[in-house]
C-alpha cells in the first residue's frame, strides 16, 4: 500500500480560540464545504460534529480536542488538486486549556478564531501563548462580521496590541453586521461575495468604488510587509518594480511559517462566508510536514541525540499525544507520525515502558466515526487500538475503571482517596470540568456517584515554635515498646517582625528535619523511623484535620531502651510529639489565593470591583484593553465558587475571568472558626 497523496499536500492544523467565538461552527462549515459532511449541523441545536460527546451538544461548547481527516480543492485551483486536511477542533473554556497545549504539541499550523465583536479575549492570549510555546505558525480568521456590534478594525487592532505587531490585513470586509456581504482580498484586489443557500458559490468581482482608496492603501501596507522578509525583494520594490504574485505568495509563505507574519481574514460562518477562502489560505501559507524542522529526539538504546525528518523512508517515529476511551473499541491512543511508516499488526517499541508492543488496529477519527486504515505514512494523524500502557486490571470495581481511564484522557484530572473518610476525591481546573467528568462517569461507563460540593485545598502550618519531649512505653507480658524523643519545632516560612498573618508568601509547603542527635543517644537505626513519624504526624493538622505544611523539626535528644526499643515505637513517639508541638505552635489554617483577571466593559468595572472586595479580595491593578477594563486582584479560592455566574449576570453576560494558583495564605480568625465548625 502506498501514499495517496504527496507529503506536501498535507496539512494538520488546529482551530483555537476563546469560548463561543465560533471555532466549532468554523469547523462545522469546513466539514461541509470539504464533502465530509452533507448537511450543516449547528452548535446551538446541538448537531455538530466535532462535538460529538452528549455533555458538549447539550451545553453547545468544545470539551475535547476532535480530529478530524478531510480533502480540499483551492476555489481558484483549475487542476483541482486535493490536498488532505487533518484537523483538530480544541476547546476554548479556560477548564479544558489542556486540550489545546498537547494538541498544538502535534500539529503544524493553526487558524486562530476571534470574535468579530470581542476581538482578543482572555482565552485567546493563553492559546496564542502556548502556540508561541510551540513555535506553530498561525492564520486569523475574524468570525461573527455579521453581528451587531462587530467590527474588523478594532478586533485587528486588538490583536495587534495584545498578541503581536506582525498581524497583516489579508482582506477587508464589504460591509459589517446586517450588512456584511463579502470581503475584498488585498493581494489580488479583487471582491468575494457567496451565494447558494450555504455560500458555496463564490463569485468574483471588483473592489467596491467606495473602498478602492482603502484598499490600494492597506496592500501597499501589507506588501511592505511582506518584501520586509526577502531583500532582493525590497530591493526591488524600493526601486518601484511590480513583485509578481507568485513571489509575493511564497515569501508569504515562508515568513508565516517563520512565525514573522500573521494573516489576518475576516467573514461568518454562521452565515457561510469566507471559510472557504482561510482554507485556501491554509493551502497556500501554513505548513505542511516537510516545511517543519526534523523532531529531535533521544536514542533509547544510547541516549545519543537524534533527528528524523518528515520522510517515508526514514525509521519510524511518533508521538502519542491523547489517549481517549472509546465506547466501541476500548482506549484509543491518538498519535502523530513525524517519520517512517506503519502497519496495522506491526510491533512498535513504547518509550514509555520501555516494551515492544504489538499494533492491532489503525483507525482514522472524523470525529466520533471510526475509518479503519492498514498503514499510516509520515506526516499521518491517527489512532491506535490496543496498545496496553494505560490499561486497568479485569478485576477493578467499576468506578475506578472509569476514574482510570478518565484520568488516562485528561492529565489535568487527578484522583485521590481520603484514608480518614473513605471519599475518593478528584481533581479539576474548575467547576464545569469536573461536572462534565462526572457525568460523562454516569453516561460512559453507567457508574450512578454521591457527588459533594467542591473542596479547597485548605492547609495547616505552625506560627510559633515550641519543645516537646515525648516517651511511647508499652508493657503487655514479654518484650515491650519504648520510644523517646525531644523535638523542637518552628516554622519553616516565619512572621516578619509585627505582622500577624504572613501575606503573599510563595509557600513550598515543605518539611525540614535536623538530627542534632549526638554520641549516641537514639542508636541511627532509628533515627529514619522517626523521620517518618514526624511527616505521618503532618497528615492530619490540629485544628481542622487538613495537612500541616512549611514546618522545620529539630531532633535534638532522647532515649532508647537496649531491648524494648523498635522503629515502630519511634516512629509513634515522634508522630505523637509533633501533634503535641503542633498544637503549643499556635496552629493556623492556610487558604489558596487565586491570582484573578476580570475582563468587564467600563460600565460595569464598579460593580465588578465591589463584588471582589467582598469576596475578601485585593484589588491589585486596572488597566485599560482596547474596549475593556481589566482588573487584577487577588482573591481566596472559598470565595470564587460560582463566580462566573455573578459576574456574567452583575455584566449583561459581557465579562470574563480566568483564574490560576498564586499562593497560600493564613485566613482570618472568623473564617477559619467556621472551617474548625464544617470539618466537625
Known amino acids: ?70 480533502f480540499w480543492t483551492k476555489t481558484d485551483d483549475p487542476a483541482k488538486t486535493k490536498y488532505r486536511f487533518n484537523i483538530i477542533d480544541t476547546p476554548g473554556h479556560i477548564d479544558f486549556t489542556v486540550e489545546v497545549k498537547r494538541s498544538l504539541r502535534v500539529l503544524d499550523g493553526a487558524v486562530v478564531v476571534f470574535d ?49 505587531k506582525n498581524a497583516v490585513r489579508m482582506q477587508l470586509p464589504i460591509g459589517a453586521e446586517g450588512d456584511f456581504e463579502g470581503v475584498v482580498d488585498l493581494l489580488k484586489m479583487k471582491s468575494y461575495r457567496h451565494d447558494g443557500k450555504m455560500g458555496e458559490q463564490i463569485i468574483e468581482g471588483e473592489v467596491p468604488e467606495n473602498m478602492l482608496a482603502d484598499a490600494e492603501k492597506y496592500r501597499a501596507e501589507l506588501i511592505e510587509k511582506i518584501v520586509e522578509n526577502d531583500e532582493t525583494l525590497m530591493n526591488e520594490y524600493l526601486a518601484g518594480g511590480v513583485i509578481p504574485m507568485d513571489k509575493l505568495k511564497a515569501t508569504l509563505r515562508k515568513a508565516v511559517i517563520a512565525n514573522a507574519i500573521f494573516p489576518v481574514f475576516t467573514g461568518t460562518a454562521l452565515k457561510n462566508k469566507g471559510v472557504q477562502l482561510v482554507l485556501d489560505a491554509v493551502v497556500d501559507y501554513l505548513p505542511s510536514p516537510m516545511d517543519i524542522q526534523a523532531m529531535k529526539g533521544t536514542d533509547p538504546r544510547t541516549d545519543e541525540p537524534i533527528e528524523r525528518h518528515a520522510s517515508d523512508t526514514e525509521p519510524f517515529s511518533a508521538l502519542a499525544f491523547k489517549l481517549q476511551s472509546d465506547p466501541f473499541v476500548g482506549q484509543l491512543t491518538f498519535f502523530r507520525v513525524y517519520s517512517g511508516t ?25 470525529a466520533d466515526q471510526r475509518e479503519e486504515v492498514k498503514k499510516v505514512f509520515a506526516g499521518d494523524i491517527a489512532a491506535a487500538v490496543g496498545l496496553k500502557n494505560a490499561k486497568t486490571k479485569a478485576d477493578q470495581e467499576k468506578m475506578g475503571m472509569a476514574l482510570k481511564r478518565l484520568s488516562d484522557e485528561d492529565p489535568t484530572f487527578r484522583i485521590t482517596t481520603n484514608a480518614e473518610t473513605a471519599e475518593t476525591v478528584i481533581w479539576g481546573m474548575g467547576e464545569l470540568h469536573l461536572e462534565i467528568l462526572v457525568d460523562r462517569m454516569k453516561r460512559e461507563f453507567s457508574v450512578e456517584t454521591n457527588v459533594g460540593r467542591p473542596q479547597v485545598a485548605y492547609k495547616e502550618t505552625i506560627t510559633k515554635e515550641a519543645e516537646v519531649e515525648n516517651k511511647y512505653i508499652k508493657q503487655s507480658g514479654g518484650r515491650g515498646q519504648y520510644g523517646h524523643v525531644k523535638i523542637r519545632m518552628k516554622p519553616l516560612v516565619p512572621l516578619a517582625e509585627g505582622e500577624t498573618v504572613a501575606k503573599n508568601v510563595k509557600r513550598e509547603q515543605g518539611f525540614e528535619f535536623i538530627n542534632s542527635i549526638k554520641g549516641g543517644v537514639i542508636p541511627q537505626e532509628y533515627i529514619s523511623p522517626i523521620e517518618k513519624g514526624l511527616k505521618e504526624g503532618m497528615e492530619r493538622g490540629i485544628l481542622a484535620g487538613y495537612n500541616l505544611v512549611d514546618i522545620s523539626v529539630e531532633l535534638y535528644d ?50 465588578v470591583t465591589g463584588n471582589l472586595s467582598s469576596k475578601r479580595g485585593q484589588i491589585e491593578g486596572m488597566e485599560e484593553r482596547g474596549m475593556y477594563k481589566v482588573v487584577k486582584a487577588k482573591v481566596p479560592l472559598s470565595e470564587m465558587f460560582g463566580y462566573i455566574t455573578s459576574l456574567r449576570s452583575m455584566t449583561e453576560g459581557r465579562a470574563s475571568f480566568t483564574m490560576e494558583f498564586d499562593h497560600y495564605e493564613i485566613v482570618p480568625t472568623n473564617v477559619a472558626q467556621t472551617i474548625i465548625e464544617a470539618r466537625k
Request: glycine fraction near 6%; aromatic fraction near 8%.
Open 558 to 607: 532522647g532515649s532508647f531502651h537496649e531491648v524494648d526499643s523498635s522503629e515502630i515505637a519511634f516512629k509513634i513517639a515522634a508522630a505523637q510529639a509533633l501533634q503535641e508541638a503542633a498544637r503549643k505552635a499556635s496552629p493556623v489554617i492556610l487558604e489558596p489565593v487565586m491570582k484573578v483577571e476580570v475582563v468587564t466593559p467600563d460600565q460595569f468595572m464598579g460593580d
Open 116 to 164: 468579530g465583536v470581542a476581538g482578543v479575549e482572555p482565552q485567546s492570549e493563553t492559546n496564542w501563548r502556548y502556540a508561541d510555546e510551540a513555535q506553530v505558525p498561525r492564520i486569523c480568521f475574524i468570525n461573527k462580521l455579521d453581528r451587531t456590534g462587530a467590527s474588523f478594525e478594532r478586533s485587528f487592532q486588538s490583536i495587534l496590541d495584545r498578541l503581536n
Open 1 to 70: 500500500m502506498e501514499r495517496d497523496y504527496p507529503l506536501e499536500m498535507l496539512r494538520n492544523f488546529g482551530i483555537i480560540a476563546h469560548i463561543d467565538a465560533g471555532k466549532t461552527t468554523t469547523s462545522e462549515r469546513i466539514l461541509f464545504y470539504t464533502g465530509m459532511t452533507h448537511k450543516i449541523g449547528e452548535v446551538h441545536e446541538g448537531e455538530t460534529v466535532t462535538d460529538w460527546m452528549e455533555q458538549e451538544r447539550e451545553r453547545g461548547i468544545t470539551i475535547t480536542a476532535a480530529a478530524v481527516s478531510c
Open 342 to 366: 506503519l502497519e496495522a499488526g506491526s510491533y512498535i517499541y513504547n518509550s514509555t515502558t520501555g516494551e515492544k508492543e504489538r499494533l492491532s488496529r489503525i483507525v482514522r477519527l472524523q
